[in-house]
């Protein structure tokens, strides 16, 4: 199952023609987040922000899978689309430019050449194209384990049943017992109201697997070549914003393509090429990029400034008003803006000075000063990390 953030008013019209391709595909409405905090067992509501009907908007949750066969189905209506299904082997390149691919076509089996003024590569996240078209690498820092949990619930009215997608994260590498870590290490920290759902489906569900990765965007300068989705950029999966990034790209090679003369005016490409690297910065791909690793940074704390950072942040978003439509806004990728994000970023940092005082006894209060100094370096060392990694290759 994969969440897709709701489809706000500023969404690209071409979100709402790829919707349609998850029609009838088990979709189900997402109203927002809860966040359960462990330590003290409280917990806090984090809704979608209201749209101008006065509604909370809503994502979709739904099978990848069957989103994925909608979408191949919408595009094999079109006229234009040649659909060919296969294997792409490598790339055939030419004088430093990409001229096609070589695939093995599945239903021949037979190996052939495709050769075209522009190829996209969207080989996911473990693209075996990238490495030579890329200057940025992939860093590993946690694996997720997943599984499928049905969950009963039973009203004064009637009782109903639904399916929900889990995911564990485990900082560094898996488990060797996965089931075993997650019935034992997992399942007593979750909340109670969950934790019987957890273990029955964890019997019965498959296991899947999967490295949580980071690779930030650099430019492509080869020609004839464009890379997109996670071939092209990744962030920790924890916000689920990799499809909003990937298909508002694709929105804006939609609209930079209307503009080309033709695919071979390799002058024309390349200054899309730059327009697209700072329109996407502008638009999506900061925020959803420097947000997930950032969150990620708090949520998986292992150390005591990253605990008092989490700590507040939780705190934060109990105040409610803005300190909750502000960061919410963010993570559905409604309102997207990089200074938004670095402005709820120190807020929370701020906040943990806060409590590093009010927590320590009147004669312990000096301690608090050092508290705070190193919370607030931790804090800046993973933002300004986060944004030289956005930044790096891009100067203009
Ligand atoms: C655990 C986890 C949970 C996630 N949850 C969410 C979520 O809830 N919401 C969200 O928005 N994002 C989520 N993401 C991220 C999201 O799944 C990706 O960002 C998105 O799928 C990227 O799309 P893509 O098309 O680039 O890659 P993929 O979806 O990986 O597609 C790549 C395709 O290329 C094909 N391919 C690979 N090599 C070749 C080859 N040589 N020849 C032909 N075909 C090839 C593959 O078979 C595959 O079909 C999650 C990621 C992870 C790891």
């Not at 792409?88 to 030419?94: D, G, K, S, V």
């Not at 791909?285 to 947000?291: A, E, H, K, M, W």
Request: hydrophobic fraction near 40%; aromatic fraction near 10%; include cysteine.
């Amino acid at each position: 199952m994969e969440l897709d953030d709701p489809l706000g008013p500023s969404a690209p019209p071409l979100l709402g023609y790829v919707f349609d391709a998850i029609q009838g595909a088990d979709v189900q409405a997402v109203h927002g987040y809860i966040v359960h905090d462990g330590e003290t067992g409280q917990e806090v509501q984090i809704p979608y922000p209201e749209g101008a009907d006065g509604k909370v908007q809503c994502g979709q949750a739904f099978h990848h899978g069957r989103f994925i066969s909608g979408l191949r189905k919408k595009a094999q209506t079109h006229s234009t689309v040649c659909y060919i299904e296969g294997t792409a082997l490598r790339l055939i390149e030419e004088d430093g430019k990409v001229l096609g691919i070589e695939y093995r076509e599945k239903q021949s089996g037979e190996v052939k050449e495709l050769r075209t003024p522009l190829t996209i590569i969207a080989d996911g996240c473990f693209s075996k194209f990238r490495k030579s078209l890329i200057k940025t690498s992939v860093s590993i820092h946690s694996h997720f384990m997943g599984f499928l949990m049905q969950v009963s619930a039973s009203t004064s009215r009637d009782a109903c049943s639904w399916e929900t997608r889990v995911l564990v994260d485990v900082r560094g590498n898996l488990p060797r017992d996965p089931k075993n870590y997650l019935l034992h290490e997992v399942a007593p920290n979750l909340p109670e109201h969950l934790r019987e759902a957890f273990c029955k489906s964890l019997q019965s569900s498959h296991l899947r697997c999967m490295p949580a990765s980071f690779l930030p965007p650099s430019p492509v300068d080869k020609a004839g070549v464009l890379v997109l989705g996670d071939a092209y950029n990744m962030r920790h999966p924890l916000t689920g914003g990799g499809m909003s990034v990937a298909l508002n790209d694709v929105h804006i090679w939609h609209e930079l393509m209307l503009g080309l003369p033709n695919l071979t005016n390799e002058k024309a490409l390349q200054r899309a090429k730059r327009q697209f690297y700072q329109r996407r910065r502008k638009s999506h791909s900061f925020v959803v990029n420097v947000l997930a690793q950032a969150l990620y940074e708090l949520f998986a704390a292992n150390d005591d400034p990253l605990r008092h950072l989490r700590r507040a942040c939780f705190h934060y978003f109990r105040l409610g008003g803005k300190c909750v439509s502000g960061p919410v806004g963010l993570l559905s990728v409604l309102t997207p803006k990089p200074a938004t994000l670095i402005g709820h970023f120190c807020a929370v940092a701020l906040y943990a000075v806060y409590f590093a005082f009010k927590l320590e006894p009147w004669y312990a209060k000096p301690r608090a000063f050092i508290t705070s100094a190193v919370v607030l370096h931790r804090a800046s060392s993973i933002l300004l990390s986060l944004i030289w990694s956005e930044l790096k290759y891009f100067h203009e």
